[in-house]
């Protein structure tokens, strides 16, 4: 099997390309000059699922593999081939809610599915450094009321559980093989690129369809959850910073600040000059079975050994999506007339 020579051009992998971290990760890399892959199960209609990359513009930028997280020989195949420098573990069942209908599926992708990553880079590339995004959902029931790296872990869904065997499979693989290995425990983080499953995205959309007349009421689960809501955009910058240390090691990715989901509601409503007292609807369809009620990480780990920081404010990010999605939603009616 010919091998990919890279030259000086780093060369990375990235699953869950087509997810919202996917796309802004690898436009990311592509400006700083890497060569990127992504691997694309063929679970879905493809051209929706371009959606996120074609929206940032880089979608003929980036090499799509056909390839799957429970299916290693894929997963050896393309990596003995492309030879990465960095490989980047976005893909998952990554819905919570979802997790509760189909547990199984999420600990196969979520949870194996990281191990067979683990496992193909150890045995074709050992000389790959190996991102795997772990996720605040593992902490679940707080043990602590601010979340850092020593907190210990309570998952409260499926999806937690599935994540958090993948999160110590990759401090095994490190301190087992000398691999290096590094896990990002970020906190919520969102976008325009966001699903719309997702409920900071589904106010987003709420908001912007009310105040274009296409949609009367916003039905909501337990809006005094609170969550630590940070952008994307930033985000992903903290997993490619990770990957640049001497050390491997693992970090909270947060903005340390928590909110309600009432309150991001509040200012996404008022960006558009409403008032959501008016349009929410609370349903207990959307109650969890079991609930996290406030997370809230503590990111000076990431500040002092990564210089990492937030950029863009809760505010700021809920305006941009609220934004986003009324000009989506303009561009479609041009489309239907």
């Not at 067979?116 to 959902?137: D, K, W």
């Amino acid at each position: 099997m010919e091998m990919i020579s890279h030259m000086a051009t780093k060369t990375a992998l990235v699953t869950g390309i087509l997810g919202q971290d996917g796309a802004y990760l690898a436009q990311l890399l592509l400006d700083r000059g890497y060569k990127v892959y992504g691997l694309s199960p063929r679970r879905s209609n493809a051209e929706a699922s371009l959606a996120r990359l074609e929206w940032l513009g880089i979608s003929d930028q980036v090499e799509l593999l056909d390839g799957d997280l429970t299916d290693l020989s894929s997963l050896v195949r393309h990596i003995t081939r492309i030879q990465p420098d960095e490989v980047y573990n976005l893909g998952a069942q990554s819905f919570v809610q979802t997790s509760w209908e189909q547990p199984l599926l999420t600990g196969q992708v979520t949870g194996i599915g990281a191990a067979n990553v683990l496992e193909a880079v150890r045995l074709v590339a050992p000389h790959a450094r190996y991102y795997q995004a772990s996720t605040s959902e593992m902490y679940g029931l707080i043990q602590e009321p601010m979340q850092s790296e020593t907190t210990p872990f309570y998952p409260r869904s499926p999806y937690a559980a599935a994540k958090l065997y993948a999160h110590w499979m990759t401090v095994n693989y490190r301190e087992s093989f000398g691999m290096y290995a590094c896990s990002g425990i970020l906190f919520n983080h969102e976008s325009p690129l966001r699903g719309l499953e997702f409920v900071t995205r589904k106010v987003t959309d709420a908001v912007a369809r009310i105040k274009l007349g296409q949609q009367s009421e916003l039905r909501l689960g337990n809006i005094d959850a609170k969550r630590d809501w940070g952008h994307a955009r930033d985000y992903v910058k903290a997993m490619w910073l990770m990957l640049q240390q001497d050390q491997p090691d693992d970090f909270v990715i947060a903005t340390g600040r928590t909110t309600t989901v009432r309150d991001m509601c509040r200012i996404a409503f008022e960006h558009v000059g409403l008032d959501m007292d008016d349009y929410v609807v609370i349903d207990p369809e959307f109650f969890r079975p079991a609930e996290v009620d406030v997370l809230l990480g503590n990111p000076a780990k990431a500040q002092e050994k990564l210089g990492w920081t937030p950029e863009t404010t809760l505010e700021e990010m809920i305006c941009e999506m609220v934004d986003a999605d009324i000009a989506r939603l303009l561009a479609l009616q041009v489309q239907a007339d």
